[in-house]
Nanobody
Framework: QVQLVESGGGQVQPRSSLRLSCEIS????????IGWFRQVPGKEREGIAY????????KYEDSVKGRFTISRDKAKTPVFLTMNNLKAEDTATYYC???????????????????????WGRGTQVTVSA
């Protein structure tokens, strides 16, 4: 049984940091890329960070570039999302997801498209407020 379990969310003040974890079981992690997504009520779930199965290629959505870092050891769990300088607009439910590993050379837009991902966690809430 495949399971992805997010943790590390919470309520923090602006400019704070959080580190989210995604524990994965039931998958051969040599074969899967991992993405982090977020969603607010009434809006589409958006991809914000991607890392390949080797852990040596990352992609980010523009609004989080320079503030968020996705990381993993090759084919290992957990996968982390370190979030620095958090803003109110980062408030959302955050999800990790697994996609069959892709060859190199695809765009961020393609790799952060939720349609690429087969397995999902249930999410962890992040609230940023003063």
């Amino acid at each position: 049984q495949v399971q992805l379990v997010e943790s590390g969310g919470g309520q923090v003040q602006p400019r704070s940091s959080l580190r989210l974890s995604c524990e994965i079981s039931g998958l051969d992690l040599d074969d899967y890329d991992i993405g982090w997504f977020r969603q607010v009520p009434g809006k589409e779930r958006e991809g914000i960070a991607y890392i390949n199965e080797e852990g040596d290629t990352t992609k980010y959505e523009d609004s989080v570039k320079g503030r968020f870092t996705i990381s993993r050891d090759k084919a290992k769990t957990p996968v982390f999302l370190t979030m620095n300088n958090l803003k109110a607009e980062d408030t959302a439910t955050y999800y990790c997801a697994a996609a069959v590993a892709k060859a190199s050379g695809f765009s961020a837009a393609f790799l952060l498209n939720r349609a690429q991902y087969r397995y999902w966690g249930r999410g962890t809430q992040v609230t940023v407020s003063a």
